[in-house]
């Protein structure tokens, strides 16, 4: 499986500034995708990311308020723009292998906005 | 709307018991059921999965039962021990949908030792 690694792993933010997390994969992979995971709560996928073109947003996500970039295929960034405090979560990005099916996650950026 | 419902929410196991969490679904399409692991402060790990052409899938201690009739999938973990304690999360995705993953609402498993 893919070794992936986010940056920050975590970070305190003041209100209306923006926080722009890294994922790192060790492999080239098409399909990365965005997850949110509030405080002990489940998943939600936020948006896929594939190399070339302009990612795909789930309903609620806005490119406004959560650009991607996917500038190659180990590499992707998600900004949380002009953040409030309930966009205090758990920011994680994952990658879909070579079967098309398996999806590995990173470690996770816990974010916390005061 | 594609959803994933699992139960129970938490779920407390003495050492060396079998845990049980059950997930339904609604999409007869879905075509592939994950089961991930994550402990706090951890990403979600990828812990088994199941295709719907098989009724069941065993690794080690985990076993994934599927019930296509019934639309409904469960994981037992057998011999639970305290280290298996973490929230567990079932899923589900559709191929020609980018394989895009809904999750169940997860499980809070404690293994009492």
């Known amino acids: 499986s893919a070794v992936i690694s986010q940056k920050p792993s975590r970070d305190i933010c003041q209100r209306g500034t923006s926080l722009t997390i890294q994922c790192q994969v060790d492999?080239?992979?098409?399909?990365m995708f965005w997850y949110r995971q509030q405080p002990g709560q489940s998943l939600t996928l936020i948006a896929t990311?594939?190399?070339?073109?302009?990612?795909?947003?789930e309903s609620g996500f806005v490119i406004d308020k959560f650009p991607i970039s996917r500038p190659n295929l180990t590499f992707s960034t998600l900004t949380v723009s002009n953040m409030s405090p309930e966009d205090s979560s758990i920011y994680l990005c994952?990658?879909?292998?070579?079967?098309?099916?398996?999806?590995?996650f990173g470690p996770g950026t816990r974010l916390t906005v005061t | 709307q594609q959803q994933v419902k699992q139960s129970p929410q938490s779920l407390i196991v003495q050492k060396g018991g079998i845990s049980i969490i059950n997930c339904a679904y609604e999409?007869?399409?879905?075509?592939?059921f994950p089961w991930y692991q994550q402990f706090p402060g951890k990403g979600p790990a990828l812990l088994i999965a199941?295709?719907?052409?098989?009724s069941e899938k065993k690794e080690g201690r985990f076993t994934i039962s599927f019930n296509k009739s019934a639309k409904q999938f469960s994981l037992h973990i057998m011999d639970s021990q305290p280290g298996d304690s973490a929230t567990y999360f079932c899923?589900?995705?559709?191929?020609?949908?980018?394989?895009?993953?809904?999750f169940g609402g997860g499980t809070r498993l404690m293994v009492k030792p």
């Open positions: 994952s990658v879909m292998d070579e079967t098309g099916y398996e999806q590995y």
């Open positions: 492999s080239q992979v098409t399909m």
């Open positions: 990311a594939n190399q070339g073109s302009e990612a795909t947003y």
């Open positions: 999409n007869t399409a879905f075509d592939y």
């Open positions: 199941i295709r719907p052409d098989v």
């Open positions: 899923a589900a995705s559709l191929n020609n949908a980018g394989n895009m993953l809904t």
